[in-house]
């Protein structure tokens, strides 16, 4: 996703001489194309992202796109209240980049997890919340992020992610795709999680399952037509997310459902609220959180009263 | 430099500010009369002798740029663009009354002359230091003041922003501290100590001067001659006193943050204003 973002990026600010590209220091082994081609569109702002964020908003006062990129907390937490007043509350046109999405840095611990950023971004208003599923989606993400005016949150997994899409979708922020239609099951899966949703797609077919498919790009505005379709289409519906339970795709796709008294088998699957005393890398922080695409499979069909 | 007449005419523009800041704290029995009356001098110095502006035309692209970082004393701000004329009077009477134009801390545009959403400490550094990197890389002729509190200077925000205006040589950019010693809850030295203040800054790569922000001279001499050095941002160190002009009592206190005037203590300082 790094890949399909940066290589975005440059190709979009090539043509854009107001986007600005910030880094807290990370990079490595990304940047390196860009900052040759456009070095003057190109800040180390150092270790310093409550800096980086407030720089941001003030170049963005002067007319320029700012692109500020660290690793999920470090792009979220440490400059939250950065991000609240100076750019959202100003609603600035600055482009908040978070890499890691999950346990994307699965062996360095907690510090590094991005587990709660969609639960408090999401409460910050005048902010879109993107979470694209594959590197065909980011692509798009990207774009879209650049055209758009107004704060955006662009949420990244790391790299090798494989493309989930077969061909290239329509991409609209706010707008769900559907990626496979089904009658008995809706899975909805975002940000790293889309890759899940499509395995564990895969297996409950093979048991049977009539599957619905739907990555959820946009957390915010979330689109809650394709939401509520879903439960006219299909009986029970599955949210899957790398993130905490709470907060995220799953709480927001919850509020739908209670505000429009739908009634449907429904699930949040998601990490839980715990911090994982456990080492390893993001295949084994997902099992070790129920995580697996057998896991989560056999927890639907559990729910679905499949399983005892 | 100021002639007597010129400096007449500002020592009475601060005294008219003075007042209108006592009235705002009257009528919203409002906190933070004693940070607000600390920069006056400097404001009124700023917007009516320094700051290239544009009263009528508060977007103009040409303006300089004034990030008020210590927007909890925003009726100094407010009174002194009402009386340079960005907006009419009038406004200052809704000073955070319900249905007003004028909040506690300052939003984005809620008058003309207002440039940032402020009241959490130690943003509006970086705020003007990304505002002044585009000026430098532009080539625009635009400078960036803001003004500080020294309580703020507690922040590592700051500090993360003067690091960072420090390494990209920002010339067009002025911070100013209103160094009245006393934040929240104590005096600065004694809370979390800022001395020795200028070596600070200056090892962090600014070009530093000491004056006293009460007096016209001294504020007027040292920023018609900015910067301070070619290739260092600017910090002038406003030695003020909190309160000063207003409530006698509260003068210099902690007190003087928090205690809105009576009708009659109100009264007595604005009259005092009057004679002096």
């Known amino acids: 996703m790094r890949v399909a973002f940066v290589n975005t990026l440059l190709e979009t600010a090539k043509k ?79 482009k908040i980049v978070g890499v890691g999405a999950g346990f994307s840095y699965g062996p360095y611990g907690h510090t590094h ?24 989606e980011t692509t798009l993400a990207t774009e879209a992020m650049l055209d ?27 707008k769900g795709i559907l990626i496979e239609d089904g009658k008995d099951v809706t899975i909805i899966g975002t940000s790293t999680f889309l890759q899940r949703a499509w395995e564990v797609t895969n297996s409950l077919k093979e048991e049977g399952l009539s599957v619905r498919l739907i990555s959820m790009h946009t957390i915010k505005p979330l689109d809650t037509q394709i939401i509520l379709e879903s439960t006219r289409k299909t009986t029970a519906l599955f949210t899957l997310e790398e993130h905490s339970v709470i907060g995220g795709l799953g709480s927001a796709v919850a509020e739908v459902l209670t505000e429009n008294r739908v009634n449907v088998i429904f699930k949040r699957i998601g990490v839980p609220d715990r911090f994982t005393k456990a080492i390893g890398n993001q295949e084994y922080m997902r099992k070790v959180n129920g995580l697996s695409a057998q896991q989560i499979t056999e927890t639907i069909l559990k729910s679905l009263g499949r399983r005892k | 430099m100021l002639n007597s007449k010129e400096l007449e005419s500002l020592k009475k523009l601060a005294k008219v500010a003075r007042e209108d ?33 544009f009263p009528k035309e508060p977007e103009n692209q040409e303006r300089d740029r004034l990030i008020f970082s210590k927007a909890h004393d925003a009726k100094a701000l ?35 002359g207002v440039e940032v959403s402020a009241g959490a400490l130690g943003h509006g550094l970086s705020m003007a230091a990304g505002m002044a990197y585009v000026g430098k890389q532009d080539n625009r002729k635009f400078r960036v003041f803001t003004i500080l509190s020294d309580g703020e ?67 007027v001499g040292i920023l018609s001659k900015l910067p301070l050095k070619i290739g260092k941002p600017s910090v002038i160190i406003a030695h003020t006193i909190k ?3 207003g409530v006698p009592i509260y003068m210099n206190k902690v007190s003087s943050q928090y205690r809105p005037p009576s009708e009659k203590e109100a009264k007595e300082a604005i009259k005092k204003l009057k004679k002096g």
């Open chain 1, 16 to 94: 854009n001489k107001s986007i600005m590209l910030l880094t807290g220091d990370l990079g490595f082994s990304v940047f390196e194309k860009y900052i040759e081609e456009l070095p003057k569109r190109y800040l180390n702002m150092g270790v310093a992202e409550q800096n980086m964020t407030g720089v941001a908003a003030g170049m963005a006062m002067e007319g320029r796109i700012p692109v500020i990129y660290s690793i999920v907390p470090f792009a979220t937490m440490r400059n939250f209240e950065q991000i609240r007043n100076d750019i959202c509350y100003q609603n600035l046109n600055v």
């Open chain 1, 113 to 136: 997890h991005g587990l709660e950023d969609i639960g408090i971004l999401r409460t910050l208003a005048n902010l879109t919340i993107l979470c694209p599923g594959d590197p065909i």
């Open chain 1, 148 to 174: 758009y005016i107004g704060p955006v949150y662009l949420r990244l997994g790391r790299a090798g992610e494989p493309n989930i899409h077969k061909t290239i979708p329509s991409f609209k922020i706010g």
């Open chain 2, 21 to 53: 800041i006592i009235r705002m704290s009257l009528h919203a029995k409002s906190a933070h009369m004693g940070g607000s009356l600390s920069c006056v001098e400097i404001l009124v110095a700023l917007y009516f002798k320094i700051m290239n502006i």
């Open chain 2, 78 to 112: 407010y009174a002194t663009l009402a009386e340079r004329g960005f907006f009419g009077r009038k406004i200052l009477e809704g000073y955070e009354l319900d249905g007003g134009r004028l909040p506690g801390h300052t939003t984005r545009h809620c008058v003309p």
């Open chain 2, 153 to 219: 200077c507690d922040e590592g925000s700051t500090w993360e922003a003067i690091l960072f205006a420090g390494h990209h040589g920002l010339d067009n950019l002025v911070a100013i501290v209103d160094y009245n010693k006393l934040q929240g809850f104590g005096f600065t030295k004694d809370v979390l100590d800022l001395e020795p203040f200028a070596a600070k800054w200056l090892s962090f790569g600014w070009e530093v001067k000491e004056i006293n922000g009460h007096n016209f001279k001294e504020i």
């Open chain 2, 243 to 245: 309160g000063l002009g």
